[in-house]
């Protein structure tokens, strides 16, 4: 089945600590981005990329790192999380670009404590 | 910059009744639109992508237009059903970014 798996779905976590939210893709997709959502501010980019060691900040990059090494892999990276980083994380894909169809993870949802 | 902004934020409607949905973006100068669902505790799914040369597009009981002069989308939903009921959002697409609106949040009332 064609999907964006992202793990883990819940994470509570303490300020300061390092951690990585993992985002894998099966479809041989180009384009991965990481967004974040947040009640009354929507959707947010955070960093994306075009294809393998290609990668971009978005709208939201602070306080974020990523990595494209492989095609299927997009780990969006938390080097010292703080609170204002709680939010909902979606990954998403799409085949060549961002002119073709998205295909979003179930999302992350950070708690930072 | 570019701003995306969605009206109603909320809609109820009865079931079976046609409705729209409103999209508006300040700036023109677009690659594609694109139309989302999300249901509470999901990822979003794709419902229609229009390209920027493109003025319509269908699927099933979905219609959506775009008009980039007038910086306007409308996503229009036939006989709607209890199932529709979900947060729709819509997103521009510039420069490898994508830029979403706040969604609007459809309840169909059975």
């Known amino acids: 089945e064609a999907q964006v798996t992202q793990n883990p779905r819940y994470l509570i976590t303490v300020t300061g600590k390092k951690l990585t939210v993992t985002c894998s893709q099966n479809?041989?997709?180009?384009?991965m981005s990481w967004y974040r959502q947040d009640p009354g501010l929507g959707l947010r980019q955070i960093y994306y990329?075009?294809?393998?060691?290609?990668?971009d900040k978005g709208d939201v990059p602070e306080g974020y790192k990523v990595s494209r090494k492989e095609k299927r892999n997009f780990p969006l990276i938390l080097e010292s999380p703080s609170p204002n980083q709680t939010s909902l994380y979606f990954c998403?894909?799409?085949?060549?670009?961002?002119?073709?169809?998205?295909?979003f993870g179930q999302g992350t949802r950070l708690t930072v404590v | 910059k570019q701003e995306v902004t969605q009206i109603p934020a909320a809609l109820s409607v009865p079931e079976g009744e046609n409705l729209v949905l409103n999209c508006s973006f300040t700036?023109?100068?677009?690659?594609?639109l694109q139309w989302f669902r999300q249901d509470p505790g999901k990822g979003l799914t794709s419902l229609l992508l229009?390209?920027?040369?493109?003025r319509e597009q269908t699927s099933g009981r979905l219609n959506a237009s775009l008009d980039k002069s007038s910086g306007r989308s409308t996503l229009y939903i036939a006989a709607s059903q209890p199932g529709d009921s979900a947060t729709y959002l819509c997103?521009?697409?510039?420069?490898?970014?994508?830029?979403f609106g706040k969604g609007t949040r459809l309840h169909i009332l059975p």
């Open positions: 998403a894909s799409s085949l060549r670009g961002t002119n073709t169809e998205a295909f």
């Open positions: 229009i390209q920027s040369s493109q």
């Open positions: 990329s075009m294809n393998v060691e290609v990668t």
């Open positions: 479809m041989n997709h180009e384009y």
């Open positions: 700036d023109s100068a677009i690659y594609n």
């Open positions: 997103a521009v697409v510039r420069d490898d970014k994508i830029i």
